[in-house]
């Protein structure tokens, strides 16, 4: 993957060398046991609200989907599908309720959209074992680092480079935030897992002899997932067979069909709003996500951590929050507005943020942290002008990385 300046590493002191690591982790692990030891039915009966709204909005999305082609139905049913993964698919597959007292098994990462029960809890253009991976795993691992799958400024080098014409620059990122969940996260996410699982099955005599790339270490023009794209590959086939043509059959062929009793009129317009909802939840939930780890204000990471304080601060100073504070708000944006809270804790339910919120920006007041909160256009903002190349994010220097505090740190990142 080619490289411009702004992805070669640093060779300066950090910006945080003055911050007492032991002190501020000290102060983040006791607010998070505080957080846990109130889980109760607040929070699952929050999670059945949210995935009650999802539902509704979808429903009521087809409820005029078959009379004509509108927007109205286009975005209930692109809320509905936005909500169904950001507000429930989220933090149920990152274990946020499987300590709730009484929770339903469905309700828990281990049978979530595990199975016959993907049909029913999530099917999506994603594979949810994919996406568990590659965003559970590889991004909450190493958000802002080179090893990150979804760094956008890296992702966008071609956008990014100066001699692209600034046309051509925005219609890509508009045809980019309308298609990405297909585009692009459906197959990156898929290409991480099966490398993953590769190089699991390698031996140790194989490993030495033949080692695999890394994720971050994979060769390609833009993204890793770009080689499971066309079904021109045995991984290329599998990706089509398990990712594309389940969600793509269902969403435009066998529930527009339902609608041809109401004549081939409502079956086309279903369709053509079906399709529409499409655009809808994908440019949404890009606006929402995308920008919450890029900006100029934001911090760029050389390398891993040596210690939980140092997780805690790149998870703070790489991440951005946007205002919020009721079930209305925090929906239309994914509950994606407290992504500061749910980087330094990504087990914890929804409404857990919201509350810790407050309490995570004063510790982070007291110590000096970094603790971005700014609306999501005024983020989205930033994050266009990054993709365009007119900004660049911070860096920090290059941090060691340990071992065993990488093991340490596994303990409190979900599966």
């Avoid at 709003?273 to 606006?287: C, G």
């Avoid at 760029?300 to 919020?324: I, T």
Wanted: glycine residues 6%; positive net charge; contains cysteine.
């Amino acid at each position: 993957m080619p490289k411009s300046t702004a992805d070669r590493p640093l060779s300066q002191p950090s910006p945080f060398a003055g911050i007492d690591l032991k002190a501020f982790a000290a102060d983040v692990e006791a607010l998070h046991r505080s957080l846990k030891s109130d889980l109760g039915q607040a929070d699952l009966v929050h999670l059945r609200r949210m995935a009650r709204w999802s539902r509704m909005l979808t429903v009521l999305g087809y409820a005029v989907a078959w009379i004509v082609p509108n927007p109205v139905a286009a975005l209930l049913m692109g809320l509905g599908n936005m909500g169904r993964w950001t507000c429930v698919t989220h933090p149920v597959m990152h274990r946020g309720y499987d300590a709730v007292p009484g929770v339903p098994a469905h309700y828990t990462s281990k049978r979530f959209a595990m199975g016959w029960r993907r049909w029913l809890d999530w099917l999506d253009w994603l594979h949810p074992d994919a996406w568990a991976h590659e965003h559970n795993q590889l991004h909450h691992f190493q958000t802002g680092q080179q090893g990150d799958p979804d760094l956008v400024e890296r992702n966008a080098w071609f956008i990014r480079h100066r001699r692209v014409p600034r046309p051509v620059k925005a219609l890509i990122i508009v045809l980019v935030m309308m298609t990405w969940k297909l585009t692009y996260y459906a197959p990156n996410t898929f290409f991480a897992l099966k490398q993953h699982r590769r190089i699991r099955a390698q031996t140790a005599a194989q490993a030495r002899a033949h080692p695999l790339p890394a994720m971050g270490e994979v060769a390609c023009l833009v993204i890793p997932g770009e080689r499971v794209m066309l079904p021109v590959t045995a991984w290329g086939i599998e990706f089509w067979l398990r990712c594309v043509l389940p969600y793509g059959l269902v969403r435009f062929g066998l529930i527009p069909a339902l609608f041809l009793p109401l004549g081939t009129w409502a079956w086309m317009a279903v369709l053509v709003n079906s399709l529409l909802a499409e655009v809808v939840a994908n440019v949404v939930t890009f606006v929402t996500i995308a920008p919450n780890h890029t900006g100029d204000d934001l911090y760029r990471f050389d390398s891993g951590c040596r210690s939980r304080g140092e997780f805690y601060l790149q998870q703070c100073a790489g991440s951005v929050n946007y205002p919020g504070g009721t079930d209305v708000q925090d929906y239309l944006q994914g509950y994606l507005n407290y992504q500061i809270e749910h980087h330094v804790w990504p087990d914890l339910p929804l409404l857990k943020y919201r509350q810790a919120a407050p309490r995570l920006k004063a510790i982070c007041r007291k110590h000096g942290v970094p603790y971005v909160e700014e609306s999501v256009f005024r983020r989205f903002g930033r994050l266009w002008s990054i993709m365009m190349g007119d900004t660049s994010m911070r860096r920090a220097g290059a941090l060691a990385v340990e071992p065993a505090a990488r093991a340490d740190l596994g303990k409190r990142i979900p599966a």
